[in-house]
């Protein structure tokens, strides 16, 4: 499907999400101060699958991002309008607990943020900062969550050591590891390789492939191979518009906007 911005009000769907939509984002506009940065974008997010945002440098893409969490919030004379619908629940309602949904939204950045702390205490942060002290689910989590994240092998013989000694590719993958220790149902990634060698990349490329069912991902990337690697749909984003939201395979070769065409062949961006 595809998504023309200057038709308002519509909410774009791709086909193929078994397990349904999980967001839906409607009619969002996003300032900062009085500058608009994001206009009119709707778009469904299927639940289970990995939804890629691509677009040059400045579209908006980590700011629709952080828009899904409300990172945004802490941002000075930020406004937005519209809707972000998590399971129906507009999560710039009134009521919404920005905290519990944030633990909802696992974020994972472009460049890998470990806390100066051990490989342990790294992963079990979430269950921390929550109050858990009970040693079995600790440690079950730690176990579960680097098993998820494809790098238990590599780090079981040292927990306890600093995580800040670990390579960028072990440290992006420690990060998702404690973004899963949380429980998340969604990750957001934005640019999670762009710091990363390509064997590196590669290795985050294939956790996100067994990631999928299990969590909702929505991923920012630059590299096209990337976005056509991973993901199950993609959205084209330009200065601030969503112009072209469809599945992956549609959208880089048989994109229906000649601008998703220029940027998806290498014209520009
Ligand atoms: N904190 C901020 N305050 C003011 N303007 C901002 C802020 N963050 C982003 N912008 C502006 O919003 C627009 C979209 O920026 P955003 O960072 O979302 O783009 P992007 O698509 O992620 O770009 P890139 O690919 O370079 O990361 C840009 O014009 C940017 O200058
Ligand atoms: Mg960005």
Known sequence: MIRNSDTNGTVYHVQGGPMGTLLTIKDFCLWYGRAQALFDVGMGVEKGLVTALIGPSGCGKSTLLRGINRMNDLIDGLRTSGEILLDGTDIYGPDVDVIGLRKVMGMVFQKPNPFPMSIADNVCYPLKVDGVRDKKTLRDTLENA????????????????????????????????????????????????????????????????????????????????????????????????????????????????????????????
């Open 146 to 269: 680097l098993k998820a994240s494809a790098l238990w092998d590599e780090v079981k013989d040292r927990l306890q050591d600093n995580a800040l000694g670990l390579s960028g590719g072990q440290q992006q993958r420690l990060c998702i590891a404690r973004a899963i220790a949380g429980d998340p149902e969604v990750l957001l990634m934005d640019e999670p390789c762009s710091a990363l060698d390509p064997v590196a990349t590669a290795k985050i490329e294939d956790l996100i492939d067994e990631l999928r069912g299990r969590y909702t991902i929505v991923i920012v990337t630059h590299n096209m191979q990337q976005a056509a690697r991973v993901s199950d749909n993609t959205a084209f984003m330009y200065l601030g518009k969503l112009i072209e939201y469809g599945e992956t395979s549609v959208i880089f070769t048989n994109p229906k906007v000649e601008k998703t065409m220029e940027y998806v062949t290498g014209r520009f961006g």
